[in-house]
């Protein structure tokens, strides 16, 4: 049975200071918490409704559905919540392609743009300050555990372009057509906010404007959603290599 004091802090969880606070996060689902498993993260305690899971016992608690409910951050709770603690931040490589994010702040585009940077061998994403927490609940439910392969670290992005050496690109909408432009292995490509895209001051730090062309006959087409327009330039990217 769960304790009140158990309950208070796994559910504390879902805020970005108590996270902060305890070094913990949440993850959910049988599937997503065996990846975790498999990987660096440390484990602190798995809460679930089965036993079937390799972790040592005294990390263990079999909880029933009501207490699952209480504990869950989803909607529809997935058989188990786990707390993993944070790892410390990882040194940010320099001979390869970095993802930088200028203030994305949608947990399902962060989440998804971890996905990517899994799928096309994107080892580092620097993400502003002002971007949404990585070990946010909903984030880490939308990496599908990508999360444990991708080095993730949260920095001033305005001093780090100021101090970096290797070329910079950013995705505007009046930039180089993506498919006409020379493309490096190295590189930092910025992509923006959701609404405002890249900031004035990350923006005079950009050499590269580069551009997804539209090709489509309405005028009143809205631009590419920031995850769709992540995969698109990643894909060219890694195409060229």
Known sequence: ???????????????????????????????????????DYTLHHIYALSDDFDCPPEKFS????????????????????????????????????????????????????????????????VCSETTVDCYNP???QATMGSLTRVNIV???????????K??????????ENIYESELPEKGILIMGNEANGISAEIEKLIENKLSIPSFSTHQSTESLNVATATAILLSEFKRRK
């Open 1 to 39: 049975m769960l304790t009140k004091n158990q309950i208070k802090l796994i559910v504390s969880l879902t805020q970005k200071k108590q996270r902060l606070k305890h070094r913990l996060f949440l993850v959910e689902g049988k599937k997503t918490v065996d990846e975790f498993l498999r990987s």
């Open 166 to 175: 290797i070329q910079k690109f950013g995705a505007f909408m009046d930039g």
């Open 138 to 140: 909903k984030v880490v």
């Open 62 to 125: 079999l909880i029933t559905e009501a207490e699952l409910k209480k504990i869950s951050a989803l909607t529809t709770p997935q058989q188990v919540v786990a707390v993993f603690e944070m790892p410390p931040a990882e040194n940010i490589g320099s001979g390869k392609l970095i993802l930088a994010l200028d203030a994305v702040r949608d947990p399902g585009n962060l989440g998804t743009i971890i996905r990517l940077c899994d799928w096309f061998g994107i080892e580092d994403l």
């Open 154 to 164: 949260y920095l001033n992005l305005e001093a780090f372009l100021r101090d970096s």
